[in-house]
């Protein structure tokens, strides 16, 4: 049991919750410091936490900066992102698009902006039609035909950072993937301690990428992860003879589109764009917090 006590003081502050191609996030503006960083963890754990409360895959907490970046120039709002779990990520893609837009919308930013986040700055552009292009950090420590005994089997992999840890398993039959078993084992594999690693399980299909993906910190398989198109599309696209920009399919159905450079081994000018969309904003009511006694 915990004391929901520390959260009563935010009963009544302002939310949205919006969805980056299904994966969904419930954002806060908080120039007004209204939820301190003590307190965000516990936050992010109460309001994502589904059939109890508004349920999501992250909490995003928007404040201002005035730090001015050597190449980038003025960074025109820090975030704190945190999955649903409490735990603090590094970068969410989706969680990057829709705190772009709702950035753009509260006035913390014009369309063309930039954002801190623990990866490194983040730019991003608004389109006219509500989607977002978001320049992605760049990946670093890549690996491929990674073979790991899982689920009773030697399983061989690719991976890489693409703003969190990553790993990527060609898998034929996708609809079939052991994704949230297979996933999990992967994700808490000693090879990927302590930090661990997000699975993603992919195909290519009529010139596109599918992608299911089980998510660190949130524990199950989402409807959609950027990070994981992202490192999905860098270590299996060229490989398959995709070429940039690479659509990606994810579990929701819809797409997102990843745009990268090839330099040596490494890759360079990596963008995801797709479609960040609003559910709804409110207020959050005290008994938001009320399962926690439980």
């Given at each position: 049991?915990?004391?929901?006590?520390?959260?009563?003081?935010?009963?009544?502050?302002?939310?949205?919750?919006?969805?980056?191609?299904?994966?969904?996030?419930?954002?806060?503006?908080?120039?007004?410091?209204q939820?301190?960083?003590?307190?965000?963890?516990l936050?992010?754990?109460?309001v994502?936490?589904r059939?109890?409360?508004?349920?999501?895959?992250?909490?995003?907490?928007?404040?201002?900066?005035?730090?001015?970046?050597?190449?980038?120039?003025?960074?025109?709002f820090?975030?704190h992102?945190?999955?649903?779990?409490?735990?603090?990520?590094?970068?969410?893609?989706?969680?990057?698009?829709?705190?772009?837009?709702?950035?753009?919308?509260?006035?913390?930013?014009?369309k063309?902006?930039?954002?801190?986040?623990?990866?490194?700055?983040?730019?991003?552009?608004?389109?006219?039609?509500?989607?977002?292009?978001?320049?992605?950090?760049?990946?670093?420590?890549?690996f491929?035909?990674l073979?790991?005994?899982?689920?009773?089997?030697?399983?061989?992999?690719?991976?890489?950072?693409?703003?969190?840890?990553?790993?990527v398993?060609?898998w034929?039959?996708l609809?079939?993937?052991?994704?949230?078993?297979?996933?999990?084992?992967?994700?808490?594999?000693?090879?990927?301690a302590?930090?661990?690693?997000?699975?993603?399980?992919?195909?290519?299909?009529?010139?596109q990428?599918?992608?299911?993906?089980?998510?660190?910190?949130?524990?199950?398989?989402?409807?959609?992860?950027?990070?994981?198109?992202v490192?999905?599309?860098?270590?299996?696209?060229?490989?398959?003879?995709?070429?940039?920009?690479?659509?990606?399919?994810?579990?929701?159905?819809?797409?997102?589109?990843?745009?990268?450079?090839?330099?040596?081994?490494?890759?360079?000018?990596?963008?995801?764009?797709?479609?960040?969309?609003?559910v709804?904003?409110?207020?959050?009511?005290?008994?938001?917090?009320?399962?926690?006694?439980?």
């Amino acid at each position: 049991m915990r004391d929901i006590q520390q959260l009563i003081p935010l009963a009544g502050i302002e939310i949205a919750k919006m969805t980056g191609t299904g994966n969904d996030f419930v954002l806060v503006d908080n120039r007004k410091a209204q939820v301190s960083p003590e307190l965000m963890p516990l936050l992010a754990e109460a309001v994502c936490r589904r059939r109890r409360s508004v349920g999501a895959d992250g909490l995003v907490l928007l404040e201002p900066s005035e730090r001015v970046d050597p190449d980038l120039g003025p960074v025109d709002f820090k975030w704190h992102f945190f999955n649903a779990d409490g735990s603090s990520a590094e970068m969410c893609g989706n969680a990057g698009r829709c705190a772009a837009r709702f950035a753009f919308d509260h006035g913390l930013a014009g369309k063309a902006m930039v954002f801190d986040t623990i990866a490194g700055p983040i730019q991003a552009w608004l389109g006219d039609d509500g989607s977002v292009k978001l320049e992605m950090v760049k990946p670093f420590d890549a690996f491929t035909d990674l073979e790991l005994e899982a689920s009773g089997q030697k399983v061989g992999m690719h991976g890489i950072n693409s703003g969190v840890p990553h790993a990527v398993l060609l898998w034929e039959n996708l609809e079939a993937a052991p994704v949230k078993d297979m996933g999990r084992e992967i994700r808490f594999h000693e090879h990927f301690a302590p930090a661990g690693t997000n699975v993603n399980f992919a195909c290519e299909m009529g010139g596109q990428l599918l992608v299911r993906t089980y998510e660190r910190g949130v524990e199950d398989e989402t409807l959609a992860c950027g990070t994981g198109a992202v490192a999905s599309a860098l270590m299996l696209g060229p490989a398959l003879g995709l070429t940039s920009p690479v659509t990606v399919k994810v579990a929701s159905g819809e797409e997102l589109r990843v745009y990268f450079e090839e330099q040596g081994d490494s890759f360079v000018k990596v963008f995801l764009e797709g479609a960040a969309d609003y559910v709804f904003q409110g207020t959050l009511h005290q008994e938001a917090f009320s399962w926690l006694q439980y």
